[in-house]
């Protein structure tokens, strides 16, 4: 593979040095081994492999020409003098496009490598949601859940937490009619229920493995990798290695039954203003109080152990704090 042809195919298109790094991985996950094959991937499968906007904006500029699109006569000229023809494509029904799109896996960020010390420095501002969704997707992994199938999960569970408030706070309004036709077009699939946090979800099974349901669609595991991966950062990989060494220390019969792990969420997640004043804010997600919390678990001999944050059977270990990456 030729990375540095690629590096450098991307830095003349304009995107910055720091962007273009993980977008040469990006690409060589989706086929690409040299810069002529990044205008030979189609622009379906550039726009799903290239998932930062103005990235792809400038890949498509450089391929297609100033305005990032085919010419009017269904072709365009390529880097390398050729021609991609626009062909007509077999009709797919919206249903069958959702559950393409849901049953695409998401690539699993590293953890982190930081020592205790070091994590304990970081402090992130951040919304609520993305840490519910984080938090729940490592319990999840206890319960044997791949990361794709874990991160729906806390997509769904972060959904669900949300819409409880709002409704507390007279803001939203669950539409179960709606949700329950939505539910009618996957019921095809198998079906199985887990207890997260104490509530009850559904998930139906896809090619790329369980899918939780959330108001009443199945959730793509790529569009909540995404979500993450904006919300935090470079600081997905010490958030994910603080969670996940918190999950590691509760013991099994308790993540099965949903006692510990919300009341564990409620100690560290960040802090807003009450009522309709804190909907929507971030506060401040201190991975300190995060590790403080295992080492207690640890010293009651409740939990798994004292290891490493990033111990156990989850992704590699990455040598410095920074964004995964595959985070695009």
């Known amino acids: 593979m030729d990375v540095q042809g ?11 040095v720091a962007k273009a790094m993980p977008l040469v991985s990006a690409l060589a996950a989706a086929g690409v081994r040299d810069s002529h094959g990044i205008a030979s991937l189609g622009e379906d499968r550039l726009a799903d492999t290239v998932t930062d906007k103005p990235s792809l904006k400038k890949i498509r500029a450089k391929i297609f020409g100033k305005g990032g699109k085919r010419s009017a006569g269904g072709s365009a000229s390529t880097e390398c003098g050729s021609t991609t023809s626009k062909r007509a494509r077999p009709s797919v029904s919206g249903a069958d496009k959702t559950l393409a799109a849901a049953a695409e896996r998401a690539p699993e960020p590293p953890c982190s490598s930081l020592s205790d010390e ?3 420095k970081v402090e992130i501002k951040i919304n609520r949601s993305p840490v519910m969704v984080l938090w729940a997707a490592e319990v999840a992994q206890r319960l044997s859940f791949d990361w794709s199938e874990a991160i729906t999960l806390g997509r769904a569970v972060a959904d669900w937490l949300a819409l409880k408030k709002g409704e507390h706070l007279g803001l939203l309004e669950a ?5 329950r036709a939505a539910m009618e077009e996957t019921d095809n699939l198998p079906t199985r229920t887990v207890d997260m946090m104490g509530q009850d979800f559904t998930l139906r099974r896809t090619e790329g493995g369980w899918r939780a349901i959330s108001k009443g669609k199945l959730v793509p595991a790529k569009r909540v990798h995404a979500f993450l991966c904006k919300a935090y950062g470079v600081n997905l990989g010490p958030a994910r290695a603080s969670l996940r060494a918190l999950a590691a220390a509760i013991p099994q019969r308790h993540v099965e039954t949903s006692i510990r792990t ?3 969420y409620e100690s560290f997640r960040p802090a807003v203003a009450r009522g309709k004043a804190g909907w ?3 506060g401040m997600f201190r991975i300190a109080t995060v590790l403080k919390l295992r080492d207690e678990l640890v010293r009651q001999g409740v939990g798994g152990g004292g290891g490493g944050a990033c111990d156990g059977d989850g992704g590699d270990r990455q040598e410095q704090a920074g964004a995964s990456p595959s985070c695009k």
Do not use: N, T
């Open 6 to 16: 690629i590096l450098r195919w991307l830095v003349d298109a304009k995107i910055p």
């Open 118 to 120: 070091q994590l304990a």
């Open 175 to 179: 539409d179960e009619e709606a949700e």
């Open 262 to 264: 919300m009341v564990l």
């Open 280 to 282: 929507g804010q971030s």
